[in-house]
């Protein structure tokens, strides 16, 4: 079945960095885009990034672009998001999810409900 596992969270001072990992199986990665989305207490599941299929492009929601990258590695079969010059705001869970369904087109919008299969979440907090 279609899985994704994401890993890397932690605890970090602002102005840290970490590096998130998407494990993904039962689907090759490399074939679909790949979405990065957050949640903090209280708020509603936003967008973060996205890298399209077959490394087409990538593109960032505007409150982390400068400080986060997102990168692929196919023969992992694995999705990065480098996270530097962290934020206490960048607080949150943090999820990947894919595309199987090819429902996200818009480059500017980052929408949640494009997205058809999600991973468990990692905790990435940032604080003093």
């Known amino acids: 079945q279609v899985q994704l596992v994401e890993s890397g969270g932690g605890l970090v001072q602002p102005g840290g960095s970490l590096r998130l990992s998407c494990a993904a199986s039962?689907?090759?990665?490399?074939?679909?885009?790949i979405g990065w989305f957050r949640q903090a207490p209280g708020k509603e599941r936003e967008g973060v990034s996205v890298i399209s299929s077959n490394d087409a492009g990538t593109y960032y929601a505007d409150s982390v672009k400068g400080r986060f990258t997102v990168s692929r590695d196919n023969a992992k079969n694995t999705v990065y998001l480098q996270m530097n010059k962290l934020k206490p705001e960048d607080t949150a869970v943090y999820y990947c999810a894919t595309d199987l369904l090819g429902l996200w087109g818009d480059y500017d919008v980052i929408d949640p409900a494009d997205f058809s299969s999600w991973g468990q979440g990692t905790q990435v907090t940032v604080s003093s």
């Open positions: 039962g689907f090759t990665l490399t074939y679909y885009a």
